[in-house]
């Protein structure tokens, strides 16, 4: 079997509140077609490489869950434009640029906002840096240095959040049982090796990196309400997030793309791999809400201790995940 690796750009990032949006949530799928791409991601920011004189097309897609209308407007492009977009559900928008010869060196950047009636409005921005005619690589491997530290914070077993961290304001449709509100990501990004055998061509994940972090900038509480036993409730649906990105983790690598034709195993691997993200997400929002019933946002001591015991289980084994 012959095996030929090739860098495609794949970011899948869902963002909700667990609290105060009524269960509303965006998810964002970029997806960036040119020779040689290469890619650096980092929740609403996604870095690319591309050749000069390579045609690119740059394709986003966003969807709300649950559905309700959703708008996408570009807000900053390289050139000649590209219409908003709207629908029920999701709005999906395709740009195609050539960077012209003699601009290697150059960083250019493309930014869409993305709405949706009950969501914040995100600003969604892609990064492209122009390289030669051949190049190799230059970006950094995608890992969570690349997101701006200021707003995310990502799990660590070592760091605990404190009250400092939920910068927010209080939305003015938050759920009045709630004294706080933690924003959380959940993402992946994948690194395509592609081979054929015979006329059947298989794509499979040569490399992935799946995060979980909380959105400070989107994280409230209340000033009067900032209690030790509150703020462990809310470190509990990070560690319900970290648990679910174990799992999405272990998930992606056996993953197998067929096809006739090597992009229809690009297209069968990438609608596995965002399949399998959805149900992840679907099942974590469902248990998110679930731990805020049944533990009365925190205030049923009984509760609570139940089910800190069990997310403590889910961490050290994700796939007895409900």
Request: with cysteine; hydrophobic share 40%.
């Amino acid at each position: 079997m012959v095996t030929m690796k090739r860098g495609l750009g794949l970011v899948l990032c869902a963002v909700w509140a667990v609290a105060g949006t009524g269960g509303a949530s965006l998810s964002w799928l970029w997806e960036v077609e040119a020779a040689c791409p290469c890619s650096a991601t980092g929740g609403t920011v996604v870095q690319f490489q591309v050749p000069e004189g390579s045609p690119t097309t740059v394709s986003l897609s966003v969807s709300a869950t649950p559905p309700r209308m959703v708008s996408l407007a570009p807000l900053a492009l390289l050139g000649g434009g590209a219409p908003a977009s709207s629908g029920w559900g999701t709005a999906t928008t395709v740009y195609t640029f050539t960077p012209p010869p003699g601009s290697a060196g150059r960083e250019v950047e493309i930014v869409y906002r993305a709405a949706a009636d009950g969501v914040a409005p995100v600003d969604l921005r892609i990064t492209v840096r122009i390289g030669p005619p051949n190049p190799s690589c230059t970006l950094p491997p995608p890992s969570p240095a690349t997101s701006p530290p200021t707003a995310r914070l990502y799990w660590e077993a070592g760091r605990p959040i404190t009250w400092a961290d939920f910068w927010g304001e209080p939305p003015p449709d938050r759920d009045p049982q709630a004294a706080a509100g933690i924003a959380l990501a959940l993402e992946y990004s994948l690194t395509l090796a592609t081979g054929r055998e015979g006329a059947v061509w298989q794509a499979r994940i040569a490399s992935s990196t799946v995060t979980a972090a909380m959105e400070r900038d989107r994280s409230w509480a209340l000033s009067g309400r900032r209690t030790a036993a509150g703020l462990s409730h809310e470190q509990r649906h990070f560690d319900l997030a970290e648990a679910y990105r174990r799992l999405l983790a272990a998930q992606l690598p056996g993953i197998v793309g067929t096809g006739t034709t090597e992009a229809d195993a690009h297209r069968d691997l990438l609608s596995q791999a965002a399949a399998a993200f959805r149900d992840v997400n679907d099942r974590h929002a469902s248990l998110q809400a679930q731990y805020d019933r049944e533990t009365d946002h925190g205030r049923d001591d009984l509760r609570q201790g139940e089910w800190e015991r069990r997310i403590a289980a889910w961490l050290l084994a994700p796939s007895s995940l409900p």
